[in-house]
């Protein structure tokens, strides 16, 4: 791989969760934190974490994975994690390997819009993105589609009384 670069992935992306799949034919090459604090809250539909610059005294370093990647997945995932649209940016931050330090790539949200409600709900930012989180997504999606199936049934009943 001539063109080297690490990865922190800290979401979606890790081993165990749904778009590990996309990492698959790369290195993992071990766990590891952020050195600076970051804020990182789930999405209101709780499918992924946002990771967000910040200088608030809650700010914590997060927990993630390091990989080593090659550019041309950097440009697929900078498609897949919204880069053109302007909600993430991919930036280079310092993580913390087995005590040393060294500079990876990462996708931090550049927008708090679709999270403020989880601020209220969740006080505290996450330290690490964990597959309980994933599997309320899960949750709030089959809740979801119960709530829309009764409302949509009971749409279709009272149409059919007029």
């Known amino acids: 791989m001539d063109d080297c670069q690490y990865l922190f992935v800290y979401g979606s992306l890790k081993k165990g969760f749904k778009n590990e799949h996309i990492l698959q034919d790369y290195t993992f090459l071990s766990t590891c934190s952020t050195l600076e604090k970051y804020e990182m809250y789930p999405t209101s539909c709780y499918s992924f974490p946002c990771l967000f610059i910040s200088d608030r005294e809650i700010a914590k370093s997060v927990k993630g994975e390091l990989y080593k990647v090659n550019n041309e997945l950097l440009k697929i995932l900078d498609i897949f994690e ?14 913390t390997v087995h005590n040393n330090t060294l500079m990876a790539f990462c996708y931090v949200t550049n927008t708090t819009d679709d999270i403020i409600s989880n601020i209220d709900l969740i006080p505290s ?36 009384v007029l």
């Open 125 to 160: 930012p996450l330290q690490e993105w964990t597959i309980e989180y994933e599997n309320c997504a899960k949750e709030l999606e089959l809740y979801s589609l119960i709530l829309k199936d009764s409302v949509l049934n009971r749409n279709i009943k009272q149409k059919e």
């Open 82 to 95: 919204g880069v053109n649209s302007g909600f993430y940016s991919r930036e280079k931050i310092s993580v």
